[in-house]
């Protein structure tokens, strides 16, 4: 407990979870275009854990096989995002977003359908993000890797790497259909240092600003 | 409720729906006028002014309200919202108007326009101060008792949790866990603790599950218990199920504990089973469970090894069928006892084996009284009764001994007196003083005929004395006794009888009765010295079952009973054991031979009968006599009168058979004095020549034991020439002529050796003026 919540303060906290809000509702807004279907994404907990810790959150949540569309981050902060699946969902979104096909025709389109939601998740988090913050992300092309969790986590190659891990839980509902989902930001130690300088900024700006 | 009281009255007469108001306020904040509108609830929760809320306010109202401590997270939200997030949801608390802090739910959203610019942000405000401090209470509540509980709207891959129910999977504590997550823990084929479709939910409502689960972070195994509801009132038009879930791992051990306690007290009831299994198994005895029917139900295998029978063979079987045919009695009477419900010990029974043979076996029986099924348990004898007949057999022949040197000691005093007497009288005879020696022959008789009386008891106890059985009213003898018995006795002893009333006949040699019950009656005088009372009793008895008399058992039947009682001294119980033994006396020697009750005790036991005596030191003693009940046609009684002098013959023409030779002679002598005319054969191929020539006969005298053809055949011979020759038999003891009435024919007669002169003379002048009549 005391190794997930060191990192940042309450308000932080707070400051961040309504960040990833304005996100995930503006990928929320992008996916009703996509599938042309109410959507609903809601953040339950936005949690700063360890790798170790993040992967047996994700252990714990999921026993099956995962899959994950990744996007690399450059910019003020560096690391990756990760829009992760059970795989049992991804064929789910896949429905959901490509309608019924025949199998086939799904296992064809699996990558593509999960490269363009995540794509579409994603970018509205990082970039509303960058807004948010004031510092621009550049993002690299998306990516699906399957596996398990604690291999989705490796940001190096170096085992010293002690990188955390933003971790966020979002329910997605598509309309009858379940659907659960995570995302997950991969950053360094520097760069978490600097989220929670432009977060501390973030919280000066709004404020300063209702004070104005 | 606080708020209640706090709302201002025209309010609720503006609401007609007072509680819906008072559940949440709502405000409208018009983003491009930068206004905010409110509703009165909304008003008097956040402390404003219920008019100027409904007309308008600025937007800083929203944040105002707001206490301290929660406003930098509400202004963050807001700016979230301001900025492009759709959904505003924060708990927060606000100084409400009535100068209280409570807290709020809100909750709210976007409306945009099409070109996505933000219109308004509306929501509803909810007090959830009671809320909160049920919560925290709840929470409380949860980690103190360890309850853990979660909701699950129906269709949704999660649930929300609480952080106890983490801790209770070992799971990281958050407040939303997958379902697959959560029923992933719970061990294969146990209930889940959250059910997959919305059926099974609902048909779960209410229910109380058990299951085990692994614990996430050790693998630890832990019983929960989960209860919980269904509540059709989720999301979307879905149902909900809230439930909590339990640690009863103590119970459950304590359970199985229990369980296990069970399980050892069944082993060891097993192991008991066994045991008796065994026992069953590899018993020598043989044991059995029969129906109450006596059917054989199971047999050991003892049966087989002893008997030589299988299970197969008996079970199906009435017990009895395989007993010997003599005991077949014993049989029923122990079978009516189980019956009754009585136990049977202690029965020795004949039990045919397989291969034909006989065993001896011991049985003991005992009826159940729930089912009715007898359990029984034999034990082989057969040994024990072949020593039995042994250890008899060498009695038998020590009694023989015994017998014998009592016979020879009584005998030498008895010759003694007849030698001594005969020398005597010869002597005197020679000195020419004849008149002196009849007083010595008479002494010489008078032991000789001591010597014959002994004899004749012998005989009776051997129970190969002749008897002369007919039918006998035991009553009508007993009473012509009472003179008798009244002289026999003495002054001393009164005598008492008690005859019962229709008394049945018994078959019997009257003379014999006669003579046993002044025997008992001397005896009982005798135990008396001192005098007392003598009772003579007959009654009739029916034994359904076999009655123990005298160490010996009486088979079931009728018996006309006669007992002969004293009120004497008693006898100890050593020597009520000896009482039946010849020459055993408790009198001094010379005043009785010892051969009394033993002579009684073969008399009866010669009629089909048994002696009963029992004896209380002090008391007196009882001998009774159980007599076979008689039950064919009565028969005149014969009495034969008896001469007043010695009868003499005429010259009837007599053949005498007779092996002896002094025998022989000496009755030869006796005929001739008695004035008939006698030939003689000293055997019966001597004497047929005689039997078949014309010469005139009018009697034949024969003893019975001759060598060769024996009198009784002989007597055949001779009337088949002769039909109607009258036969006299002599005999010392004939086995075959026990019985005189099946053995004579008429115009027979059979006369016991020795006898009197007078009677051979009655006896020969009966025959022959009977004869000469016919």
Redesign the interface.
């Known amino acids: 407990?005391t190794e997930r919540t060191i990192l940042l303060n309450?308000?932080e906290s707070?400051?961040l979870t309504?960040?990833v809000?304005?996100g995930v509702?503006?990928a929320?807004?992008g996916l009703r275009q996509m599938v042309g279907r109410q959507v609903v994404l809601?953040v339950?907990?936005v949690e700063v854990v360890s790798r170790a810790?993040a992967a047996?959150?994700i252990r714990?949540?999921?026993?099956g096989p995962l899959v994950a569309v990744r996007q690399d981050f450059h910019g003020a902060l560096e690391g990756q995002a990760l829009l992760i699946f059970p795989e049992q969902?991804s064929i789910e979104l896949l429905r959901s977003v490509a309608g019924d096909l025949e199998a086939h025709e799904l296992a064809d389109m699996e990558d593509e359908a999960l490269l363009e939601t995540g794509n579409i998740v994603l970018n509205s988090c990082l970039a509303?993000m960058a807004n948010?913050l004031e510092r621009p992300l550049e993002m690299s092309l998306p990516q699906v890797i399957r596996g398990e969790g604690a291999r989705l986590f490796v940001l190096s190659s170096d085992p010293a790497d002690a990188g955390v891990v933003l971790f966020l839980?979002i329910?997605f509902?598509v309309s009858?259909r379940?659907?659960?989902g995570y995302i997950a930001m991969l950053m360094d130690l520097p760069s978490l240092d600097m989220l929670k300088i432009l977060i501390g900024e973030f919280?000066q700006r709004?404020?300063g600003?209702?004070d104005g | 409720m606080a708020e209640a009281a706090a709302r201002p009255a025209p309010q609720a007469q503006r609401d007609p729906r007072p509680a819906l108001a008072q559940a949440a306020g709502a405000w409208v904040w018009d983003v491009p006028a930068d206004r905010l509108y409110a509703d009165a609830r909304f008003a008097a929760l956040c402390g404003l002014d219920p008019e100027a809320a409904r007309t308008g306010l600025p937007t800083?109202a929203f944040?105002a309200a707001v206490a301290p401590d929660d406003r930098?997270?509400v202004?963050?939200?807001?700016?979230?919202i301001l900025?492009?997030?759709?959904?505003f949801a924060k708990e927060y608390r606000v100084r409400s108007a009535d100068g209280t802090v409570r807290w709020v739910s809100a909750r709210g959203g976007v409306e945009r326009a099409d070109d996505g610019e933000l219109l308004r942000f509306t929501g509803v405000l909810a007090d959830i101060t009671e809320q909160k401090r049920v919560q925290e209470q709840l929470r409380v509540a949860q980690t103190a008792g360890g309850v853990g509980t979660f909701e699950h709207v129906d269709?949704?891959?999660?649930a929300d949790v609480s952080e106890q129910f983490c801790r209770l999977l070992g799971?990281?504590?958050?407040?939303?866990?997958?379902v697959?997550?959560i029923n992933?823990l719970v061990l294969d084929g146990d209930p889940l603790i959250i059910r997959g479709s919305r059926e099974e939910a609902q048909a779960d409502h209410g229910a109380y599950s058990e299951l085990r689960i692994r614990r996430?972070d050790n693998g630890d195994e832990r019983w929960l218990a989960r209860r919980g509801e269904f509540r059709p009132d989720g999301v979307g038009g879905g149902g909900r199920f809230i439930g909590v879930i339990y640690d009863i791992t103590p119970a459950k051990s304590a359970e199985e504990e229990l369980r296990q306690l069970a399980r050892t007290l069944e082993d060891r009831v097993a192991e008991r089973t066994r045991e008796r299994d065994r026992v069953w198994k590899n018993a020598r005895d043989l044991f059995v469970v029969l129906s109450p029917r006596r059917h054989y139900l199971s047999v050991n295998p003892a049966w087989s090894r002893l008997l030589g029978y299988t299970a197969d063979e008996l079970v199906g079987r009435r017990y009895g069928t395989l007993a010997h045919p003599d005991d077949m009695q014993k049989v029923e009477a122990m079978m009516q006892r189980l019956g009754r419900g009585e136990q049977v010990e202690d029965v020795d029974l004949r039990v045919r084996a397989k291969d034909g043979d006989h065993r001896w076996i011991n049985w003991t029986f005992t009826p159940e009284a729930e089912d009715g099924f007898i359990y029984g348990v034999g034990r082989d004898v057969t040994d024990r009764k072949q020593l039995e007949d042994q250890l008899r057999q060498s009695q038998k022949m020590e009694a023989v001994g015994q017998l014998t040197g009592g016979l020879a000691h009584d005998f030498n005093n008895m010759l003694t007196g007849v030698m001594g007497g005969l020398d005597m009288a010869r002597r005197r005879i020679s000195q020419g003083r004849a008149e002196e020696a009849a007083a010595f022959m008479d002494t010489a008789g008078a032991a000789a005929e001591r010597a014959a009386s002994l004899t004749h008891r012998l005989l009776a106890f051997s129970r190969r004395q002749s008897l002369d059985s007919r039918p006998v009213d035991v009553n009508t003898l007993v009473g012509s006794m009472e003179d008798l018995l009244h002289r026999t006795l003495g002054e001393q002893v009164s005598l008492g009888l008690a005859l019962g009333p229709d008394l049945w006949r018994t078959r019997t040699d009257s003379n014999q009765l006669e003579n046993a019950i002044l025997n008992l009656a001397i005896n009982a005088r005798d135990a008396m010295p001192e005098g007392g009372q003598l009772t003579v009793d007959t009654v009739n008895v029916r034994l359904d079952w076999p009655a123990v008399a005298g160490g010996e058992e009486i088979p079931p039947g009728d018996y006309v009973v006669i007992g002969v009682s004293d009120t004497g001294a008693g006898m100890p119980p050593e020597v009520l054991a000896k009482v039946f033994d010849p020459f055993f006396t408790t009198k001094p020697i010379g005043q009785g031979t010892g051969l009394g009750l033993s002579m009684v005790y073969g008399f009866v036991r010669q009629c089909g009968g048994q002696v009963g005596i029992y004896s209380d030191s002090g008391i007196g003693t009882t001998v009774k006599l159980y007599l076979p009940r008689f039950e064919g046609e009565a028969e005149a009684d014969e009495h034969t009168p008896r001469a007043i002098s010695t009868p003499r013959g005429a010259g009837e023409r007599v053949l005498l058979v007779e092996d002896d030779p002094q025998v022989r002679v000496l009755v030869r002598t006796v005929l001739e004095e008695l004035g008939y005319r006698a030939a003689e054969a000293v055997d019966g191929q001597a004497a047929l020549p005689i039997l078949e020539s014309e010469a005139p006969l009018n009697l034949l005298i024969t003893d019975v034991g001759l060598p060769g053809m024996n009198g009784r055949q002989l007597a055949e011979v001779a009337r088949a020439r002769r039909p109607d020759l009258p036969v006299l038999f002599m005999t010392g003891y004939a086995a075959s002529a026990a019985e005189r009435s099946s053995f004579l024919e008429a115009g027979m007669r059979m006369i016991s050796k020795p006898f009197p002169l007078e009677t051979l003379a009655t006896t020969l002048r009966d025959m022959l003026r009977s004869g000469s009549a016919g």
């Open positions: 407990m309450e308000l707070d400051a309504e960040l809000n304005i509702s503006r929320a807004s809601s339950p907990s810790a047996a959150l714990e949540r999921e026993t969902n509303t948010m839980y329910n509902a009858d379940d659907i659960r919280i709004v404020l600003e209702d | 800083q944040v930098l997270r202004r963050i939200a807001v700016a979230g900025r492009g997030s759709e959904t269709g949704f891959g999660t799971l990281q504590t958050t407040d939303a866990l997958p697959r997550t992933t996430a």
